[in-house]
């Protein structure tokens, strides 16, 4: 997202110039236009009810191939990220749940930060955000063997089953059975945030585990 288009900014800017400068472009109890048409849970527009941070970085290229490419985060960019939400998640008793990606709450129209974004550092250096249990995904995991899995995949029963469960984690999207391009796209989101090695847009065994697991260490009220 380009700060000079018209009718988009947010709250805080972070830099990669490895100063120690945030740049606030708004005042945290006014509103800012980094979200749009969003949801999460149970709250939609959220332009109105959060404090958005936006992180100097490139953006993605595609390939030759239409795969897209991501650059990388500088460590110093990261920790004044992580210093920042540690403040602000603090003096608003904001909940892990609700720390979260762009492409998480309107993943049919962003792709920011990307699969880049260092999500399992913020969580495990800096108690930030959302992460899986690994034995709670293993366990998952071993319920079905590939070629089980590969079978189900398919099945209108299932897509609505994973549907319904990345909906149940936070994500704006409607249970149908069927695979359209805003499922497509909640799945590449939630492979950004959780799963970046492959980002595919396809729910394999591995997605389905971490989704599962998820959900089981962060229900939804």
Known sequence: MAL???????????N???????YQLVDENKRSYHAG????R???????????IEIVNAGYVTDSTGVKIFPGFDEGQVKKVAALVKDIAGRYMIPPTNILAHSDIAPTRKQDPGPKFPWKKLYDEYQIGMWYDESAKQN????????QFST?????????????ALKNLGYGLEASGRIDDSTKKTIEA????????????????????ILQALNQKYPSK
Do not use: C, K
Request: proline share 3%.
């Open 37 to 40: 048409i969003s949801s999460w």
């Open 152 to 164: 189900q995949a398919a099945e209108s029963d299932f897509i609505y089953r994973y549907q319904l």
């Open 16 to 22: 990669h110039l490895g100063d120690r400068e945030i």
């Open 4 to 14: 000079t288009q018209h009718s988009v900014g947010s709250h805080y800017v972070v």
């Open 140 to 147: 998952f995991l071993n319920q079905l063997t590939p070629e």
């Open 42 to 52: 149970n709250d939609s527009m959220l332009n109105d009810t959060s404090i958005g």
């Open 190 to 209: 939630f492979q950004y945030h959780f799963r970046p090695e492959i980002y595919d847009g396809v729910m394999d065994a591995e997605s389905w585990a």
